[in-house]
């Protein structure tokens, strides 16, 4: 079974960081896409940014440029996304999602992605 355990989000002030982790277990493939996601209160659920293990593409949302740098680890089969120069808007919870075999952040997102982590929360506030 595909398990994704995200771990990282906590309490930050503005103008802070935090790393988020994603660890997938439950298959063997060595070929995958992860995404990470975010829900805001009473807001609808949004891409952040994705990676593609198979030729390491990034994909980042326009207000994640810049600010924000995903990087994956394959032999631990783990996602991070560092969020660097937080806002208060940034504010949601954080889930990351997978689908594995050789695809695309592009495909993953366009069709949408088949696992999904329980989310961790992360807080800017002063």
């Known amino acids: 079974e595909v398990q994704l355990v995200e771990s990282g989000g906590g309490l930050v002030r503005p103008g802070g960081s935090l790393r988020l982790s994603c660890v997938a277990s439950?298959?063997?493939?060595?070929?995958?896409?992860v995404g990470w996601f975010r829900q805001a209160p009473a807001k609808e659920r949004e891409a952040v940014s994705c990676?593609?293990?198979?030729?390491?593409?990034?994909y980042y949302s326009d207000f994640a440029k810049g600010r924000f740098s995903i990087s994956n680890d394959n032999a631990k089969k783990t996602v991070y996304l560092q969020m660097n120069t937080l806002e208060p808007e940034d504010t949601a919870v954080y889930s990351c999602?997978?689908?594995?075999?050789?695809?695309?952040?592009?495909?993953?997102?366009?069709?949408?992605?088949?696992?999904w982590g329980k989310g961790t929360l992360v807080t800017v506030s002063s």
């Open positions: 999602a997978a689908v594995i075999g050789t695809t695309t952040c592009n495909m993953a997102l366009y069709y949408g992605m088949k696992y």
């Open positions: 990676i593609s293990s198979s030729d390491d593409h990034r």
């Open positions: 439950g298959f063997a493939s060595n070929n995958y896409v």
